[in-house]
C-alpha cells in the first residue's frame, strides 16, 4: 500500500518503520533519494502483527532489516518476486501480476482518487515527471475502454 520499489522494501530497517504515524522513510531510493511514504491502516496493522509474531521469532541474527525469512535471513528481490507468483498462481489470478503490479495499482488508485500528478511522482519517488505522466496515459485509456463498453452503438466521430 506505499508504492515501493521491491528494491526499496528489501533494503527497508525496522526504524524506517513509524507505525504510531503511519509513515515509511524511504532511505534506498533510486538514486539515494529520501522520500516519506504514508501507510494505509491495514498495513500498519499487518506490519504490526509481523513484528510482534514473526520478525520476533525468526531474526535470529538480530538484522536491522525490517523484513527477515524464516531463517532469520535478509528478503531478496527474488524471494519477494517468487512468492508474488506462487500466490498469484494459488489463487488463480492473471498470472501477468509482479511485484510491480502494485506499484502500478498505487498510482492508478491515487490518480482515481483525483491525486495531482506532482504528489504522485514525489510518493513514487520519480525524479522525472514524464515517468510519472505514464500513469495519467492508463488512466485515459482505462476510460476509453470504460466508456465504450457502456456506450458501444455511439458513432465514434461524434455521437
Not at 529520501?34 to 509474531?53: D, F, H, N, S, T
Not at 525490517?66 to 524471494?79: E, S
Not at 504528489?119 to 519517488?125: A, R, T
Request: glycine share 6%; aromatic share 6%.
Amino acid at each position: 500500500s506505499c508504492g515501493l520499489r521491491v528494491s526499496e522494501l528489501c533494503a527497508l530497517q525496522v526504524n524506517d518503520i513509524r507505525l504510531q504515524e503511519r509513515i515509511v522513510l524511504v532511505k534506498h531510493g533510486k538514486g539515494d533519494k529520501e522520500r516519506i511514504v504514508p501507510m494505509a491502516l491495514a498495513c500498519k496493522e499487518q506490519l504490526g502483527l509481523y513484528l510482534k509474531q514473526c520478525r520476533s521469532i525468526w531474526n535470529t541474527s538480530n538484522s536491522s532489516l525490517l523484513l527477515v525469512n524464516p531463517k532469520g535471513k535478509a528478503i531478496t528481490r527474488q524471494f519477494v518476486h517468487s512468492m508474488i507468483k506462487r500466490k498469484v498462481i494459488e489463487l488463480g489470478f492473471d498470472p501477468r501480476i509482479s511485484a510491480h503490479s502494485f506499484r502500478h495499482s498505487f498510482a492508478s488508485h491515487l490518480l482515481d482518487g483525483n491525486a495531482d500528478l506532482r504528489s504522485v511522482q514525489e510518493l513514487l519517488g520519480h525524479s522525472d515527471i514524464r515517468t510519472t505522466q505514464i500513469y495519467t496515459h492508463i488512466q485515459n485509456d482505462r476510460l476509453s475502454r470504460a466508456y465504450d463498453s457502456y456506450f458501444p452503438d455511439l458513432d465514434k466521430e461524434g455521437e
